[in-house]
């Protein structure tokens, strides 16, 4: 009697959520959209075209125009006031549906109402991915208040640069990176561009998905199946600065599964990813390990030494664990972790009443207050700081942290940015603005300057 109520159970067990961007993108759905209240109301249709039941999330995933100068559409959740944004079709079902929508791009025109729409197979950038999912554990929040938020956070402003021998603007940087004195910068559509003049960049690729900057540069880059009708996979690979090549691929993940790389052993052969799930996997060839589960913040030291990790649904908790998800501290946040950072030695903790933390040596050190956000680049945090004057106005300064204490404070530029790269060595810091330029401060001269980033053909 055990044994059929154990297999009942495990008959019965609901199959696994997955985005619907994922879903869509791996051909297990169809999906048709449109708008019905400019950019603020959209209707899908979801098709399933699997023989068995499945999940799909709508938040977080987003849909794209079908002609130049219209907006995107990011999906935020069902019906305000409530959280689940999941649905689950029978095979071959066909589910109609509402979703409260927001615009990704301020500067473009809304569509029209009954304008078709269509899914894009990856999810929404990732500072607009967190407002959306923001919205999605706050669902009661005001739409127009969760739009100004996206507005304020969104990098989609497109232009285009003169004369035509240079082509579209590089304007939504998923990623950037620095490593031997080259570039790199992930669009939001997994294009890849590098180069050692960052007023030029080249492109070198598609289809990636993340980068991961040390000792020598990596990524995720998706993969066709090798019989060509199977699913696509997602392999780690390496970029060989001599040849300009990308070499490797030894180590494989299933395409829906890889969200950021967290870090990779000096041989390639070991690496640390987030899922699209929360779980942090540790890979070293054919072996699997899930160190972390449902991480909704997580970094990892230098060396790939410890994981610091905050779970999903208790933001006051974190975990310091090693590579085999062996827990060996836990450090407690009245405030709620709002973000980690680290520089590889130290761990930044921002809480979310503003207090930046630094870990060193197993304990808390408070660096400042009034903290915006943070963001990280080589051996610094780059700290967007809030202070209130003696005469009582408020000013707003970019700060450079290092070794855990502050280095220096720059002015800081007229964008919302969180895109950096700062080298140590010359004090230079490079910020990408709204409209898709390039920021660059001169220590020497105390000043921003604005260059203009394209992409040779």
Known sequence: MNVTVLCLSL????????????????????????????????????????????VVDVNGSYLRPQVHGIQRIGIGIVRRGNGDTTVRL??????????????MDASLS??????????AERLAPKAIRGVLREW????????????????????????????????????????????????????DDGRLFSGKNLALLEPVGSRFR???????????REVDAVAGDGPRSTSLVRFDADSGQWSGGDISVPAASARDVLWVSRSGREVLIHRESGDVVRLDGERELVVARG??????????????WTPDGEPQALYAVDRDGRRVR????????????????????????????????????EVCGDVEFIATSGAAVIVAHEATSDGGARTSSLRIIQSGKPSFVIGRPATKSRRFLFDPTTDDL?????????????PRSEAWHRMRVSAAE
């Open 11 to 54: 008959l019965c067990s609901p199959p696994a959520v997955r985005s619907l961007a994922h879903s869509y993108r791996d051909g297990d759905i169809q999906v048709d959209a449109r708008a019905e209240s400019g950019y603020s109301v959209t209707s899908l249709r979801i098709i399933n075209r699997r023989d068995e039941d499945i």
């Open 90 to 103: 029978a095979a071959g079902e066909t589910v109609d549906l509402e979703v409260l929508t927001v615009c």
């Open 110 to 119: 809304a569509p029209s109402d009954g304008q078709s729409l269509i899914l």
């Open 136 to 187: 999605k554990r706050n669902p009661r929040a005001r739409p127009s208040l969760v739009q100004q938020v996206v507005w304020r956070t969104s990098r989609a402003a497109r232009r285009r640069i003169r004369p035509t021998r240079r082509i579209e603007l590089l304007d939504v940087a998923e990623q950037v990176a620095v490593t031997a004195g080259r570039f790199f910068v992930l669009e």
């Open 210 to 220: 993340g980068l991961w900057a040390g000792d020598a540069t990596f990524a995720l």
């Open 295 to 308: 991480a909704s913040e997580v970094v990892v030291s230098g060396g790939g030494g410890l994981v610091y």
């Open 330 to 365: 836990t450090f407690r946040v009245a405030a709620g972790i709002a973000e980690l950072a680290t520089t590889g030695s130290e761990v930044y903790v921002l809480d979310r009443e503003g207090l930046l933390r630094c870990i060193r040596d197993g304990a808390f050190e």
């Open 430 to 442: 490079h910020c990408w603005a709204a409209d898709g330029s390039l920021l660059w401060y001169n």
